[in-house]
Nanobody, 116 residues
Framework: QVQLVESGGGLVQAGGSLRLSCAAS????????IGWYRQAPGKQRELVAI???????HYEDFVKGRFTISRDNARNTLYLQMNSLKPEDTAVYYC??????????WGQGTQVTVSS
């Protein structure tokens, strides 16, 4: 089992920045990749960025150059630094942990609202 707790969401003006955190606990060694998804009202949940156990990161095109994903293995924490935020970034952001062999684990989500 893996438990994930997100924090750091909030309301910010367009052009501003936020840093999301995802604290992981439980069977940390079972995690292959860990990342961020988001879901806007009326839309499907979509991948934002993900980083694997080797430290290789993947970003979706709509956040490249603006968002940075990083992990602190000593603190079992994943981060998402979000800069140059746009109103279309408004969504609930979810942390995902993808083990090597079992099902994915999700956090409860944190709301990010970007005002124009």
């Amino acid at each position: 089992q893996v438990q994930l707790v997100e924090s750091g969401g909030g309301l910010v003006q367009a052009g501003g920045s936020l840093r999301l955190s995802c604290a992981a606990s439980g069977s940390i060694s079972s995690i292959n990749a860990i990342g961020w998804y988001r879901q806007a009202p009326g839309k499907q949940r979509e991948l934002v960025a993900i980083i694997n156990s080797a430290g290789s990161a993947h970003y979706e095109d709509f956040v490249k150059g603006r968002f940075t994903i990083s992990r602190d293995n000593a603190r079992n924490t994943l981060y998402l630094q979000m800069n140059s935020l746009k109103p279309e970034d408004t969504a609930v952001y979810y942390c995902l942990a993808r083990p090597f062999t079992t099902k994915d684990y999700w956090g409860q989500g944190t709301q990010v609202t970007v005002s124009s």
